[in-house]
């Protein structure tokens, strides 16, 4: 879709549609008070008839509303006047793009921006329009025969406004999205098909996209040679060759660059600690650590942002083979410290701690690590908010701050000392599972152990990356909160 930006007004502006909204109590927007106020009244007596409330997500397309330039009107509620939430935004917004997609409109102009959201400008309002509207529109195909092209797509969407940032709210805002896209669908593919080998090509097929991000893989003889036997260890138990994949995005000279390392297990199984089969299906998710690294650096790349990033990407399965990892194997990792391999299912460390200490050859500033990791998280935060962990606190504040916003959010755990001794092994340096409490903390834990040398966060997507059940897809989080902590790093440095 386009976006586009117009300092017209909406009774002097020719489009397919207006979208303007109305509040509980039949009060009007200030678009549609000007709408009731050319129409003699019209839009007001459209709402006594009682056919809209104003209540968040309710709409109403009028057709030839008389005195007004354009052909339809689209009216949406957005709820109590002076308390709309992001959440009641984001639910117009969908109603919004639902309606609009099923009608004759090709270009539409929505009037929403003006209204009052929590305490959000007006860029935000429009960014946050062109990423939500975008997400609806997204739909998976690419598995599925005989799928029709969507009847009457909507090309384009404007916004009244006089104010200058929002040009570029909506190309930020598209950049999010078609990241978010990109990361929705690498995620959704299954495992026969997103492999290892498949998530190289398109981080090759990435880099070949843009000038300044040049993309390296590493095959398993390579990995040996750098003595990663952690992750290693892991893909022995699968047929499908592990990578570990590198996109360098040079945006800003020689600059120490922010890390972005994701776990890509294109398959858990969980090895020879089976997992369980009900559900088994979405272990398919558990590269979407991987597949958000790859949404943010298309996102950043599109954007020409000025920074450097650099996306480390383990990829492997997790299978039960006569040659799998087994529980009580002990392996090395690149760092030098052994690990006593417990549960074969807490997989996602093992390649993660290699990963990470690859990342130290990059002389980072920042480290994050975004992986699906532990099902424990799910319990803690629900479906809601990305975990995070961090060994600085000034990292922590500054993901949490971009949490809020982007409104793709964080919470915070902790990641004391306390918690180290679950992880004590009797025949190794480490076990890699510290027992049923605090799961989401061990974990984290863990991998703190290999990040000593620089300054790192890890965020636990586990429940935050894809919705189970009848609408089962990846969400394409945390692509909008990694994009807004990266925008707010370069804003703090100018
Ligand atoms: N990929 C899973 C985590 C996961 C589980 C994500 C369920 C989403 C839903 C991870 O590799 C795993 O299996 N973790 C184990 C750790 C345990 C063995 C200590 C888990 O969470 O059960
Ligand atoms: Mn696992
Ligand atoms: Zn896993």
Redesign the pocket.
């Known amino acids: 879709m386009q976006y586009f930006v117009t300092a017209n007004t909406p009774s002097t502006h020719r489009t397919d549609c207006v979208i303007t909204a109305i509040f509980e109590q039949g009060e009007l927007s200030p678009s549609a008070m000007l709408i009731n106020e050319q129409s003699n009244g019209y839009i007001k007596q459209i709402i006594e008839r009682g056919d809209i409330t104003g209540k968040t997500g309710q709409t109403l397309l009028l057709q030839d509303v008389e005195g007004v330039t354009s052909p339809r009107i689209l009216l949406v509620g957005c709820g109590q006047q002076d308390g709309t939430t992001e959440n009641d935004f984001n639910t117009a917004i969908i109603a919004m793009t639902k309606v609009l997609n099923e009608s004759g409109a090709d270009d539409a102009t929505s009037c929403l921006s003006e209204i009052k959201v929590a305490d959000r400008t007006t860029e935000w309002k429009t960014r946050q329009t062109v990423i939500t509207a975008e997400s609806t529109l997204y739909k998976y195909t690419q598995t599925k025969s005989n799928v029709k092209p969507a009847q009457q797509p909507l090309t384009k969407l404007g916004f009244f406004s006089e104010d200058s940032s929002s040009e570029l709210a909506t190309q930020t805002g598209q950049a999010i999205a078609e990241g978010m896209s990109l990361a929705r669908e690498l995620s959704n593919l299954p495992g026969n098909i997103c492999t290892p080998t498949y998530l190289a090509e398109q981080a090759i097929e990435l880099g070949e996209r843009f000038e300044r991000l040049t993309t390296t893989i590493l095959d398993e003889a390579e990995m040996e040679e750098l003595g990663m036997d952690s992750l290693l260890s892991v893909s022995r138990g699968s047929r499908q060759p592990a990578k570990l994949i590198t996109m360098n995005y040079q945006g800003a000279g020689d600059e120490r660059p922010v890390v972005l390392v994701g776990k890509g297990?294109t398959f858990?199984a969980?090895g020879i600690?089976l997992?369980p089969s009900q559900g088994m299906d979405?272990?398919k998710y558990?590269m979407c650590g991987s597949a958000s690294v790859f949404g943010t650096i298309s996102a950043i790349a599109e954007l020409n942002l000025p920074i450097n990033v650099i996306g480390v990407v383990p990829s492997s399965e997790?299978m039960p083979d006569g040659d799998a990892n087994k529980p009580g194997d002990i392996v090395t990792s690149m760092a030098g410290k052994t690990i006593e391999i417990l549960?074969t299912?807490?997989?996602?460390r093992l390649i993660l701690c290699d990963a990470l200490t690859y990342s130290e050859r990059f002389n980072p500033a920042i480290v994050i690590d975004i992986a699906?990791?532990?099902?424990?998280i799910?319990v803690a935060l629900g479906r809601q908010a990305t975990g995070l962990f961090s060994n600085d606190q000034g990292l922590a504040d500054a993901l949490l701050q971009a949490g809020n916003d982007s409104h793709d959010r964080t919470w915070q755990l902790p990641l004391w000392d306390d918690f180290q001794p679950q992880l004590d092994s009797n025949f190794a340096d480490i076990a890699n599972?510290g027992g049923k409490e605090a799961?989401s903390v061990t974990?984290a834990c863990f991998l703190a152990r290999f990040t000593e040398k620089f300054t790192w966060a890890h965020l636990d997507i586990?429940g935050t990356a894809w919705n189970s059940g009848k609408a089962k897809g990846a969400t394409g989080r945390p692509v909008p909160l990694l994009v807004q902590y990266l925008l707010n790093r370069i804003a703090d440095k100018s």
């Open positions: 297990l858990d969980g600690s997992k979405e272990m558990d997790n549960n299912d807490a997989e996602g699906t990791l532990t099902g424990a799910i599972i799961g974990a586990a």
